[in-house]
Nanobody, 123 residues
């Protein structure tokens, strides 16, 4: 089993930046891709970004393109989400997840999840 622990969330004003970290332990490299999702109150969990552990093939949902950057540090078994130009609509709990099988943008394709870290953006 893999363990995923997110950190780096907080409260920022619109236009600010945060960097989220996802520290992975256990069978980290049994899958080749990791993703970030977010969930706002009363809404479904939403795909944000995904990347291969090699750092290749980053992909993003349209609403964060140009503002968010996903990256990896293999030596530290860590996945990052750099979030710039934050907007109030980015407010959500952000989750790191390990890809299992299926569509990269579907939460059901991921087989391990972290506990989440809260991101709040004030207008």
């Amino acid at each position: 089993q893999v363990q995923l622990v997110e950190s780096g969330g907080g409260l920022v004003q619109a236009g600010g930046s945060l960097r989220l970290s996802c520290a992975a332990s256990g069978r980290t490299f049994n899958t080749y891709a990791m993703g970030w999702f977010r969930q706002a109150p009363g809404k479904e969990r939403e795909f944000v970004a995904r990347i291969w552990w090699s750092g290749a093939n980053p992909a993003y949902t349209d609403s964060v393109k140009g503002r968010f950057t996903i990256s990896t540090d293999n030596a530290k078994n860590t996945v990052y989400l750099q979030m710039n130009s934050l907007k109030p609509e980015d407010t959500a709990v952000y989750y790191c997840a390990r890809f299992g099988a299926g569509s990269y943008s579907a939460s059901t394709s991921y087989d391990a999840w972290g506990q989440g870290t809260q991101v709040a953006v004030a207008s």
